[in-house]
C-alpha cells in the first residue's frame, strides 16, 4: 500500500509541477493554429472529472472491498483508467478536427 501511496504523492508533485509550468510559459508569439485555450481547459477539467469518477466507480466495486491495499489500488486504476478514455477521445477528435 505503501508504493501506491508514494506513487499518488508523486503524481500529485509532478501534476503540481506541471500546472505551475504551464502558468508560466509565455504564450507562443505569431499566430500558429492550435487549440484555443478554451479548449485546453474544458478538456484538462474534463479529465479531471473523468478520473475522480474512474476512481468513485471502481473504488465501489467488489474488488476493492477485501482490504486498503485493494481499494487504493482499484481507485488508482480507475482514475488512470477515466483519464485514459478522455485522452484517447481527444486525440480523435483531434485528428478529425485537424483532418477538415
Do not use: N, Q
Not at 35 to 48: G, N
Amino acid at each position: 500500500m505503501i508504493m501506491y501511496v508514494g506513487s499518488l504523492g508523486g503524481l500529485a508533485v509532478l501534476g503540481r509541477w506541471f500546472a505551475a509550468w504551464y502558468r508560466r510559459t509565455p504564450p507562443r508569439p505569431g499566430r500558429w493554429p492550435g487549440v484555443p485555450s478554451k479548449v485546453r481547459r474544458l478538456v484538462v477539467a474534463t479529465s479531471t472529472v473523468a478520473m475522480a469518477v474512474g476512481a468513485v466507480v471502481s473504488g465501489g466495486g467488489d474488488a476493492a472491498t477485501v482490504g486498503a491495499y485493494d481499494l487504493v489500488r482499484a481507485v488508482t486504476i480507475g482514475g488512470v483508467a477515466g483519464a485514459g478514455a478522455v485522452v484517447a477521445c481527444y486525440v480523435v477528435v483531434w485528428h478529425v478536427w485537424r483532418g477538415r
